[in-house]
């Protein structure tokens, strides 16, 4: 069991090893202010969770299913033609990546770490994309009554559906 600055420290760590691999930063403030914020909103949240779920049977698996069906609500929330739902859609866009930052700390935390998990992390992260795509989609066609946003959507979807980098 861990306490939540240990959690923390363990995560900016990780995270830190993790983006300089991918030529992100997330101390560079001057180049990429909204990284690093966004990095360290994602961090200290995921941190907190953790912390809690750390003492629960809740598996990192788990997790990760929540962050896809984050990505799903916020879709069908964004494809409402409501504009406090389109509030409440970007909200869970924005900070449903939490959950993501949440499951991989949460699998190393209690030593559960697997080839499965990995993949659902992908999945649920594709499944996100799918969704914001298709509400904004039906957001643009709900605004302007242009039927190309629905073309577009559907040309998107078929493309998705061929995608054999997918599989």
Request: with cysteine.
């Amino acid at each position: 069991v861990l306490n939540l600055s240990e959690i923390r420290n363990k995560h900016y760590s990780h995270q830190r090893g993790k983006l300089i691999n991918m030529d992100a930063d997330i101390d560079d403030w001057k180049y990429s202010p909204y990284n690093c914020f966004k990095a360290r909103v994602y961090i200290e949240l995921s941190s907190l969770l953790v912390f809690v779920l750390q003492f629960t049977r809740i598996s990192p698996n788990q997790v990760t299913l929540v962050y896809a069906l984050s990505g799903l609500l916020g879709g069908v929330l964004l494809s409402l033609n409501n504009d406090t739902l389109v509030i409440i859609a970007c909200l869970i866009f924005y900070f449903k990546g939490t959950f993501d930052w949440t499951d991989g700390l949460l699998a190393r935390i209690k030593n559960k770490t697997s080839s499965f998990g990995h993949i659902l992390d992908a999945w649920g992260s594709n499944v996100g994309y799918i969704f914001f795509v298709s509400g904004f989609s039906i957001y643009c066609f709900n605004i302007t009554n242009n039927n190309i946003y629905i073309f577009i959507l559907v040309f998107f979807l078929i493309i998705k559906t061929i995608d054999f980098k997918i599989y």
